[in-house]
């Protein structure tokens, strides 16, 4: 990656033009590595975001906020309602539109309110060859992504995030919970907590990357089903413990479940 010190200059340099700045973070890769260059370029002259929401694993919180202080960056914890919005209930395709929309409306109020000039996000160069809903938010509310603008790739980012040492390096890509649910579902807070046993069931086995899907089947009985799609280096690990996990699940309220037999794989 012959143009990654270059690349780092320039995000150094974006960030340079920023301040003060407020950045939307979660703890993932990307914010994370944006977060602790703009602290390392910035010092006091940035604060980190995070939304609090049913949508996000209480132990995925406690994780960023540590890593946070662990930084030393300024954070602030934000409750976000995109639940109380019907709209992203309903959970159409674009339901992250309403997510990002949600956490960058309460971003321009803290701006209006403290006097901050900037706000960022952690969309990265590779992310424009995907579909994004939350990027026509970013638009409409003039959320800047440096990461993007300096050129940064998915493996750019891992490279420099383990150079300064932060834990999310080789950390797996960890959407929201709401992600599990099929478009067309109605996402709520019920689902959600169920979603975030079940994967915490399955974290404890030992999986590392893996998902629990949530499904309402067509003339169930009432219960969600759920599918569980592990990386396919663990398939046979799975499979191997399938009588566990089908036990462990149905206990936590699933009323069938299914082990993916193609396996999940991770993109970035």
Do not use: W
Not at 193 to 214: D, K, Q, S, T
Request: hydrophobic residues 45%; glycine residues 8%.
């Amino acid at each position: 990656m012959s143009g990654a010190p270059d690349k780092l200059a320039a995000l150094e340099r974006i960030l340079g033009e920023c301040p003060p700045l407020l950045i939307a973070y979660s703890g993932g890769v990307d914010s994370a590595f944006l977060l602790a260059v703009a602290h390392r370029t910035l010092g006091a002259g940035m604060t980190a975001v995070i939304a609090d929401s049913p949508s996000l694993p209480r132990a995925a919180l406690a994780d960023a906020v540590a890593l946070a202080r662990g930084i030393g960056a300024g954070l602030e914890v934000v409750r976000t309602a995109e639940l109380d919005n019907p709209e992203y209930v309903s959970n159409p395709p674009n339901r992250c539109y309403f997510c990002k929309a949600e956490l960058f409306a309460s971003m321009e109020r803290i701006a209006a309110e403290r006097g901050f000039r900037t706000l960022a996000y952690g969309e990265n160069a590779d992310d424009a060859r995907q579909v994004r809903p939350g990027v026509r938010a970013a638009v409409e509310f003039a959320v800047r992504a440096p990461l993007k603008e300096a050129g940064l790739t998915k493996a750019e980012i891992r490279l420099h995030s383990r150079a300064l040492g932060l834990p999310t390096a080789d950390a797996p890509a960890q959407p929201c919970l709401s992600s599990r649910v099929p478009h067309g579902t109605p996402v709520t807070v019920e689902a959600l907590a169920l979603i975030e046993r079940a994967e915490a069931f399955v974290r404890e086995l030992g999986f590392r990357v893996f998902r629990v899907r949530h499904l309402i089947e067509p003339g169930g009985a009432g219960l969600p089903s759920a599918r569980v799609l592990v990386e396919p280096s663990e398939l046979a690990r799975l499979q191997a413990m399938a009588a566990e996990v089908e036990r462990g699940l149905s206990r936590l309220g699933y009323g069938a479940v299914h082990l993916d037999p193609e396996g999940y794989r991770a993109a970035g």
